[in-house]
């Protein structure tokens, strides 16, 4: 018989709509919501626990000898007993990455969009039908 890993999947709810896919024998439980007073039950002999915002304490974790990894579905892990994770051996991490091209991008938009003061040319429109004039922002300084 192959060695399959439990993999749980706490909040499927709050995920983008796709289907779970994994390279190796499993078997998947997806809960769409998890209480705090279900979260014990549900990790119950897993070896995986993939979670977005239901916490996994130290109680949770101690209970659990195989558990492996906590894969947290988001960008912080605060809602994992890192200390508890750390001792027990268990991995935990978590969305790395997520938007930094689209952080840093939204940004310098608000920077530019409040040099050329946008948000009081789009109220004054509709009074002044005309847009205010717009200084360049050629050889100004960017600060960050």
Do not use: W
């Not at 109680?59 to 912080?76: F, M």
Request: aromatic share 6%.
């Amino acid at each position: 018989m192959m060695n399959h890993k439990k993999i749980v999947v706490l909040d499927a709810d709050t995920l983008p709509g796709r289907a779970f896919h994994f390279d190796f024998p499993h078997e998947l439980a997806v809960y769409g919501t998890t209480g705090a007073d279900e979260t014990a039950e549900r990790v119950r002999d897993a070896h995986i626990v993939i979670t977005n915002k239901v916490m996994i304490s130290a109680d949770i974790i101690a209970a659990n000898p195989q558990l492996e990894l906590i894969a947290v579905s988001a960008t912080g892990v605060n809602n994992v007993d890192i200390g508890a994770a750390e001792a027990a051996g268990v991995a935990v991490c978590n969305v790395r990455a997520y938007g930094n091209e689209s952080v840093a991008e939204h940004a310098f938009m608000l920077m530019i969009a409040l040099m050329r003061n946008l948000p009081i040319s789009v109220m004054l429109r509709p009074v002044c039908g005309k847009s205010r004039r717009f200084s360049a922002i050629t050889a100004r300084r960017f600060g960050i």
